[in-house]
């Protein structure tokens, strides 16, 4: 379809292994959010990426993570030395130039055992 | 700095009922967004509704309308004759050009259950 795309949808890995979680925004689309949702907890912001601007990185939580959008499409979240309370479902968004509304992905749930 | 709260939880009715979800924001700026999404139990957010600042013009569509007042600095969300297909986490968000950075902040969500 023409939906953001998300992968993988689930992601079960060990304490201290890094992880990439990938979103493939709707072509056309200039900008790129990635926030994070917690079980029963709303949406955390993580990272805002506009055109070619520089990112605003503001909500990442920790060095460990980080992020990067290559050609102005595909973005790739990565979370170095996984801890236990990254376990969430990490969803991308991405909305078209002259509109603040967001379409989002379906989500990559990421358990940290 | 932005705030949203939605004071509900969860809220449970029998379907036909009318419900209407709350949402008070924070703001400081003059020119702002408000939206309304919606996220099923399948898990994806959708957009639902869209309002400036500028435009405090109430909105009716089909089942669902919207309140907006700034004088309260309320965007309430009220389903009419709900169904049980209306169930799913219900988030309200904000958004302003605060540095030029369009980033949305969202409320809790307010968890909708429409029991047959």
């Known amino acids: 379809g023409a939906g953001v795309s998300q992968s993988p949808s689930n992601k079960v890995t060990e304490k201290g292994k890094d992880v990439e979680l990938r979103c493939d925004p709707i072509s056309g689309h200039t900008a790129l959010y990635w926030y994070r949702q917690s079980l029963g907890q709303g949406l955390e912001f993580l990272i805002y990426?506009?055109?070619?601007?520089?990112?605003?990185k503001s909500g990442l939580p920790s060095d460990r993570f980080s992020a990067e959008r290559t050609g102005g499409s595909v973005s790739t979240l990565t979370i170095q030395r996984t801890q236990q309370e990254d376990s969430a479902v990490y969803l991308c968004?991405?909305?078209?130039?002259?509109?603040?509304?967001?379409?989002f992905g379906e989500g990559s749930r990421l358990t940290v055992l | 700095a932005q705030k949203v709260t939605q004071a509900q939880t969860e809220i449970s009715v029998v379907e036909k009922e009318d419900v209407t979800l709350d949402c008070v924001y924070e703001t400081r700026d003059t020119t702002y967004y408000l939206f309304w999404y919606k996220q099923p139990p399948s898990g994806e957010l959708v957009f639902l509704i869209r309002?400036?600042?500028?435009?405090?013009q109430n909105e009716i569509s089909g089942r669902y309308s919207w309140n907006f007042q700034k004088s309260t600095s309320s965007f309430n969300f009220t389903i009419t004759a709900s169904q049980v297909v209306d169930s799913a986490v219900h988030f309200c968000a904000l958004t302003s050009s605060s540095g030029g950075s369009y980033i949305p902040t969202f409320g809790r969500g307010t968890s909708l259950i429409v029991h047959p």
């Open positions: 990426f506009q055109g070619n601007s520089a990112p605003d």
């Open positions: 968004a991405s909305s078209p130039p002259g509109t603040r509304e967001l379409f």
């Open positions: 309002r400036n600042s500028f435009d405090e």
